[in-house]
C-alpha cells in the first residue's frame, strides 16, 4: 500500500509532463504558405499601383485643363477639344513616328480603362497627332480618354471629337 501511495505522485508528474505544450518549431514556411504570402503582397502592390495611377490621371486632368468643368465649357464652344502637351514633352518626340504602335497603345490603354470602351472610340494617329472619335457616357470620360491618349509616347497632340450618349 504505501508503494503504491509512493507511485501516485511519480505517475502524475509524469502525466502532468505528458500534457506540457511543447514549443512551436521554427520552420521554413510551406509552399503553400509561401503562395499565400505572394497573393496578398501582389494584391497589395497592385492596389497601390491602381492608386498611384488615379492619382495621376486626376493630376493630369487638371494640368492640361480636362476636368469635367473645363470640358463641358469646351463642348459648349464646340465638339472639338484640342490639348496639346508641352515644349519639353513635345521635344522628346523628334524622329519618325509609328502611327500604329501609337494606336494600339491608346487602344490598350482604353481596353485597360473600366469606364471607357475601346469598342466605342476610334483612334487615328498621323505623325503624333491623335484624333478620338466615338461616343463615352459622360463628359468626364473624354477628359480621361484624352488623358490617356495624351500620356502616350510620341503623342504631341490629341483632338478629341468624342461626344456624350444621350
Known sequence: MKKSLLLLPLLGLAFAGCGKKSEPMTSEPTFAQKTEMAAKNAAEKTKEAMIDAKDAIGDKLKEWK???????ADL???????????????????????????????????????????????????????????????????????????????????ISLLTVEP
Open 66 to 72: 480636362l476636368t469635367p468643368a473645363d470640358i463641358k
Open 76 to 158: 459648349a464652344k464646340g465638339a472639338r477639344i484640342v490639348r496639346s502637351k508641352t515644349a519639353t514633352a513635345m521635344a522628346r518626340t523628334g524622329t519618325a513616328l509609328d502611327n500604329a504602335k501609337v494606336v494600339t497603345v491608346i487602344n490598350a490603354k482604353l481596353v485597360g480603362d473600366s469606364q471607357l470602351s475601346a469598342l466605342k472610340i476610334n483612334v487615328d494617329a498621323d505623325q503624333g497627332v491623335v484624333t478620338l472619335k466615338g461616343t463615352v457616357k459622360s463628359s468626364e470620360l473624354i477628359g480621361r480618354a484624352i488623358v490617356l491618349a495624351l500620356d502616350t509616347e510620341d503623342v504631341t497632340q490629341v
